[in-house]
């Protein structure tokens, strides 16, 4: 008796080295493009329950330190808004200094990306202040408005919660100044 032994098919599909590289690059482009709608979404939600507080606060003049939720509302949502820029930042770091180089030829992402390279001040203009408006100025202007309640006709508490948003505007500041700062020094290492 003899076994016939089957012999696989040969698979139609041809495995290149460039194909996992690849595959990577798909996966992490999608993270990317997530991301970045994530933070569309983080920059919308800041722009309408800051509008939505104060309309409220100021449709009433005993209700102005209601704006005192906007500096702490501002930093946390500042601070998910930039989680989000970083891992964009991580991610395209990793497909140019990992990824790239394992194509054939190279991915050429990083050359299409600096091929539309943004000048120091339109990225002042067209990003930083933006951001710096949209996430601790609405906090500064909430506390403009409200200082004469917190510390002429506030009690302690209310003293307190306002000084507390002057942290919370200064370390939104920061962060954004470190993010920028940041970017922009691997930008010019690379």
Request: charged share 20%.
């Amino acid at each position: 008796m003899t076994e016939e032994v089957e012999s696989p098919e040969p698979s139609s599909e041809v495995k290149r080295p460039a194909d996992g590289p690849l595959a990577e690059f798909a996966a992490l482009r999608s993270e990317i493009l997530t991301r970045d709608v994530n933070t569309i979404r983080l920059l919308t939600f800041e722009l309408t329950i800051t509008s939505a507080v104060f309309a409220f606060a100021l449709a009433n003049d005993r209700q102005r330190t209601l704006l005192l939720a906007v500096p702490t509302l501002a930093y946390v949502i500042s601070g998910r808004y930039l989680a989000q820029m970083r891992a964009v930042q991580q991610a395209a770091e990793y497909i140019a200094k990992s990824l790239d180089c394992s194509v054939p030829g190279g991915l050429k992402w990083e050359e299409w990306l600096d091929g539309d390279k943004m000048t120091r001040q339109s990225r002042m203009l067209g990003w930083m202040i933006p951001l710096l408006l949209a996430f601790p100025g609405v906090g500064v202007v909430a506390l403009l408005m409200c200082f004469d309640q917190a510390f002429r006709s506030g009690g302690l508490l209310t003293r307190g919660l306002w000084l507390a948003d002057v942290v919370f505007v200064s370390i939104s500041v920061s962060l954004l100044w470190v993010t920028k700062t940041t970017g922009e020094r691997k930008k010019t290492s690379d």
